[in-house]
T-cell receptor, first 115, second 117 residues
Framework: AQTVTQSQPEMSVQEAETVTLSCTYD???????LFWYKQPPSRQMILVIR??????QNATENRFSVNFQKAAKSFSLKISDSQLGDAAMYFC????????????FGKGTSLLVTP | GAGVSQTPSNKVTEKGKYVELRCDPI?????LYWYRQSLGQGPEFLIY????????DSGLPNDRFFAVRPEGSVSTLKIQRTERGDSAVYLC???????????????FGPGTRLTVL
């Protein structure tokens, strides 16, 4: 079974600054996907960024980027130029590529953005 | 609308009652998923449909929980003899196809918050 661990229950960042959210995972598979989802108070999970394990290059989406360390099984999310609208719960998730469909989520990190 | 919708948004019921939660996936999505999110936790997988059939229901906690998708579109999650421990947000997601190496992004609905008194 795969497990996803987010060790930071809460993080805080000032507007326009940079923050990094941590995620580690455990798997015996070599081919998988990793995701970061954002969940605002509206409860709707929104995909922020995705990383395929077979790709060495770290994924980026505008102000969001990841640091994917496959050997260390680490997948952190960096948010640059933080905005008030970034405040939300952030969940790291794993999915097996070959036979998997269900997402395995971590417990989440609550991000507070201060003016 | 173009997104996944779920009804009701909130449901309050009494212990022992029966409830039904509905999910309308994005049109054309063949795969549908149900997750349960307890307070302070990440979502946990319950069941996955590919078309009309439940391809994997290994996440359903016990036989009080059941889900259907009779026409391969709308799905209903049914909970019998509700217990206080069933209180959670129930999230539904859909994707164009299920799993594999294709991108198959899961799009989530806003969830139903179930409170069992």
């Amino acid at each position: 079974a795969q497990t996803v661990t987010q060790s930071q229950p809460e993080m805080s960042v000032q507007e326009a600054e940079t923050v990094t959210l941590s995620c580690t995972y455990d798997t015996s598979e070599s081919d998988y996907y990793l995701f970061w989802y954002k969940q605002p108070p509206s409860r709707q999970m929104i995909l922020v960024i995705r990383q395929e394990a077979y790709k060495q290059q770290n994924a980026t989406e505008n102000r969001f980027s990841v640091n994917f360390q496959k050997a260390a099984k680490s997948f952190s999310l960096k948010i640059s130029d933080s905005q008030l609208g970034d405040a939300a719960m952030y969940f790291c998730a794993y999915r097996n590529s070959n036979s998997g469909y269900a997402l395995n989520f971590g417990k989440g990190t609550s991000l507070l953005v201060t003016p | 609308g173009a997104g996944v919708s779920q009804t009701p948004s909130n449901k309050v019921t009494e212990k022992g009652k029966y409830v039904e939660l509905r999910c309308d996936p994005i049109s054309g999505h063949t795969a549908l998923y149900w997750y349960r999110q307890s307070l302070g936790q990440g979502p946990e997988f319950l069941i996955y449909f590919q078309g009309t059939g439940a391809a994997d229901d290994s996440g359903l906690p016990n036989d009080r929980f059941f889900a259907v998708r009779p026409e391969g579109s709308v799905s209903t999650l049914k909970i019998q003899r509700t217990e206080r421990g069933d209180s959670a947000v129930y999230l539904c997601a859909s994707s164009l196809m299920g799993g594999g190496r294709s991108r198959n992004e899961q799009f989530f609905g806003p969830g139903t918050r179930l409170t069992v008194l």
